[in-house]
């Protein structure tokens, strides 16, 4: 289990090392020709990296299109339900926040695919709060069943789950499972956590495990930015990737970079603790770092932003993203979980991609390649 490798590392002589890195350790990082490993990707997310930024980007970039071409993959988020049961300092789902709820009925969710398949979307991640009774697990089943016929590629991020749970979800055509650990600072998740299921630090950290077990084709990582320190946090997450790529290595994986923003409950909006620039050197650096692993970039980031990351590693977008039950076409105005901020339509995203010089793929992979 991957909470054995976590727990030989701290989290303050982690950030010390972090700290301590040289610049003869971020040239050997950058520019070795051999497969990079863990304290490599240490060295290009450290301060003492910034200065080398552009040449970062443009190994990134170089590495991105061998191993991409010049292609972003496309995507929409489908909330089923804002229903949860959690109280997280950090999201408008927070059940603290004394507003009505929704979880979509089927007739409904298929008005809302409906409306994205018109978009053009073949790959949708459907997501729910954490609510295990009202939206359960065997309400996601049916879910997944229902949008089976309309999308080559399904992906869920919901409630962590069970492997027998997970392996349920096999027959019915799911293909990947995002899973955040929101930060892996375990003392301070409590903080962040403070009732409810999720306060449970070591389930979630487990969960990946439980889903590589099932032998789920794809997991997607991510640590939400704003938190704790990002460059920490970051490296204990491609700790977590490096171990389950040698343990279910037969599964695919993909990597988000979540920043906080505005949401319901929250008075006053708190910044993320991660500059523009500081997160073009973490994507640089996670594709230095792994080649293979899909990179997201979600509408949480400015269309400025995702017109230029687009060159420097980015290989997935989501567009015209709603992130409330119903936001699509059933009802645009219930609670949503944050608000997002390029809020260009799908077709304009797309446009964009094209004259940058890149095709967008609607279609992530037949599902034909399942068999």
């Not at 408008?92 to 409906?114: A, D, P, Q, Y």
Request: glycine share 6%.
């Amino acid at each position: 289990m991957f909470a054995d490798e976590f727990d030989k590392y701290s989290w303050e002589e982690t950030g010390e090392r972090i700290q301590s890195v040289s610049l003869p350790e971020v040239e050997r990082a950058l520019f070795k020709e051999e497969q990079r490993d863990l304290a490599d990707f240490l060295a290009l997310i450290s301060p003492a990296a910034a200065p080398y930024l552009e040449e970062m980007a443009q190994r990134s970039s170089k590495i991105t299109r061998k191993r991409f071409g010049k292609t972003i993959q496309m995507y929409a988020p489908l909330y089923l339900s804002n229903e949860c049961l959690n109280i997280c300092t950090y999201c408008g789902f927070s059940m603290e926040n004394k507003v009505r709820r929704k979880t979509l009925s089927r007739e409904e969710l298929m008005i809302e695919v409906s409306t994205l398949k018109e978009m053009g979307y073949d790959h949708v991640l459907l997501v729910t709060g954490e609510d295990q009774v009202k939206a359960g697990v065997e309400y996601i089943r049916r879910a997944v069943e229902w949008v089976r016929p309309f999308f080559s590629h399904i992906s869920i991020e919901v409630q962590p789950l069970s492997e027998a749970e997970y392996t349920s979800f096999l027959p019915f055509g799911l293909n990947s499972v995002l899973v955040y650990q929101e930060t892996y600072h375990e003392q301070k998740y409590r903080d962040y956590h403070p009732r409810g299921k999720k306060s449970n630090f070591r389930y979630r950290l487990a969960t990946p495990d439980r889903v590589g077990t099932a032998g789920m084709h794809k997991i997607g990582l991510g640590v939400l930015l704003g938190l704790e320190d990002w460059r920490i946090d970051s490296f204990f997450c491609a700790l977590h990737l490096s171990y389950l790529e040698k343990t279910y290595w037969k599964t695919k994986y993909s990597i988000s970079f979540p920043r906080i923003r505005p949401h319901r409950g929250e008075d006053k909006f708190r910044p993320g603790l991660i500059t523009d620039r500081e997160l073009v050197q973490l994507i640089c650096a996670w594709r230095i770092f792994n080649e293979e692993v899909e990179l997201s970039v979600s509408t949480r980031e400015s269309e400025k932003f995702r017109d230029h990351i687009i060159h420097l590693g980015a290989t997935t977008f989501s567009a015209g993203s709603k992130t409330n039950p119903g936001g699509y076409a059933v009802e645009p105005e219930s609670l949503e979980q944050f608000e997002i901020c390029d809020e260009r339509e799908p077709h304009e995203i797309a446009a964009m991609i094209r004259r940058n010089g890149y095709e967008p793929l609607w279609k992530d992979w037949d599902r034909t390649l399942q068999l």
